[in-house]
């Protein structure tokens, strides 16, 4: 393969991120409000994707370890769910919220091909690492973790993305992790959802998959509703209250698509609670998250949600 | 003056402020992200700004009543603290959080001519009423905040918009409002702080002030820190723990700037206490909000932050 200067590389990817974003936006406003009008206006100069045919256009094979334009618009084929502080690696995109030090949300598009066990990677020899792309006020440090009690838990799986060393490794940013109760909860019931979530690529010819924390509100006494949740390290890392993920599975045959989504507290939960228990409605995690998941989808290819005919 | 039709209008400030809006992410961006270097590239078609000498292009009383994209680019002069849901009325920005339903920032941009007592606006007039811009899965409600006990408090403060009755109209907007304290916060602190900020007019020929949001963590007898907040009404819209206000004053003579910068608890407070214990580095903020002020303002302008000269 001939080698393209990284500096192009980013180049061309930027051009075609900023074309998608924006007519991302575009599409999904709500109301008239005059930013947003703005998007719709068409941008000379920058190439517009399909959204519908964008994920057959490479094959992964040849992907390789870059994130290209036509990649980022496979992963977000259904629209970003906010715009705050978007990162795009070269096998997920991320956007970061900056007040807690922790991820919005996560996108990754999983295949039988990226899951697939791959000798040639290999997950200890990626080392969690700050995020230097993030301002030095906002970024969490190896340090805010040690000894809070707390794993570094990742929100895009590390064994999501098995192509490439170098995509396993982008998954141990610090960006991409949150504090999750480790035994019981990140060693356990999250990762037998994480491992659901890839056993999906095997019914599924393309699984779009949305993860991110939650603080979840609660009743106190005084009849008051309150959201609380811990903060670790001097960088003040929230330690969120829920996890979610929104599933989306794309079938080969008929095109049909199939939505599941799963709200986890983050505590130890015993090893023998079936993930059925965790099914919300996908609005319910919308709600609670401030964003809106997978709302450029057609709805009339919707086929089941949580297993269940639409 | 001749009347050109809303849409256009619209087109306008649109392609305007994305221009704006894209060069000043460009110019904020910290380290080498895909998607920040996009937005570093030229995009034909679309004007961008000086972000110097904005602020002289239209005088005030020519503004009229619609965000005119020199007056978008006047209240932002020194860059967007952030990019999430920025919505921009005739006489001020915000960006809105989806999650808390309540404002991430507002910004505004005051001449001693915008908040000068006119008898023709009439802040009696003006209606808290719903923003149909947000998502109805997160925008907060006048019921929400019926019974709760806390005051709708204006994040953009109405007196601050006086030239015509649109822009005192649009400050009423709930997104532009987070539960306060009423007696002995919103209507005497809080309010004292708001009329500070306008009497810096008389000192200033441009004032710009951002103001937002906190949710301070505190330590409790685990010896471990929290987050926690009161949520209210069935759209759970956040009470914040804290308020603040970054201020800066351009003087007309030396082409000096002077940065204030304060934190207010959303408590009452005596009405004796003077406005000065509240006074914090601006930087301090800035960790806490997960937001960088006034980051495209030369350092060199700079003549003193809180009344310390620098």
């Excluded at 599409?27 to 057959?56: C, D, I, M, W, Y």
Aim: proline share 5%; net charge positive; aromatic share 10%.
């Amino acid at each position: 393969m001939n080698k393209i200067p990284a500096r192009h590389i980013l180049a061309i990817c930027g051009t075609a991120l900023g074309a998608f974003y924006l007519g991302s936006y575009a599409e999904r406003r709500q109301g008239n409000n005059v930013n947003e009008n703005t998007l719709k206006l068409h941008l000379p100069g920058l190439p517009t994707f399909s959204t519908v045919s964008a994920a057959t256009l490479i094959p992964a094979n040849e992907v390789n370890v870059s994130a290209t334009p036509s990649r980022i618009s496979q992963i977000m084929k259904y629209g970003f769910p906010g715009l705050d502080h978007v990162r795009s690696h070269s096998d997920y995109v991320l956007s970061y919220d900056r007040r807690n030090r922790v991820p919005h949300w996560v996108f990754e598009h999983l295949t039988a091909q990226t899951v697939a066990k791959n000798d040639a990677v290999d997950r200890a020899k990626s080392e969690f690492r700050q995020d230097e792309s993030i301002h030095p006020f906002f970024r969490a440090q190896n340090t805010d973790y040690r000894r809070s009690g707390y794993d570094r838990g990742h929100m895009a799986a590390a064994g999501n993305h098995r192509l490439h060393q170098k995509h396993c490794d982008e998954t141990f940013l610090l960006s991409n992790m949150a504090p999750q109760v480790g035994q019981g909860f990140n060693r356990d019931a999250w990762n037998t959802l994480e491992t659901h979530v890839r056993k999906l690529t095997n019914v599924y010819a393309n699984v779009y998959v949305c993860t991110g924390p939650l603080y979840l509100p609660h009743k106190e006494d005084d009849g008051k509703m309150y959201v609380k949740y811990e903060v670790i390290g001097t960088n003040t890392v929230a330690v969120p209250t829920h996890f979610y993920k929104v599933i989306v599975g794309e079938s080969a045959t008929d095109q049909k698509l199939h939505m599941e989504a799963y709200v986890m507290p983050n505590k130890v939960i015993s090893n023998d609670t079936p993930l059925s228990v965790f099914q919300v409605p996908p609005e319910t995690v919308e709600r609670a998250a401030g964003l809106l998941f997978f709302d450029q989808l057609n709805k009339k290819q919707l086929a089941s949600i949580n297993g269940k005919k639409v």
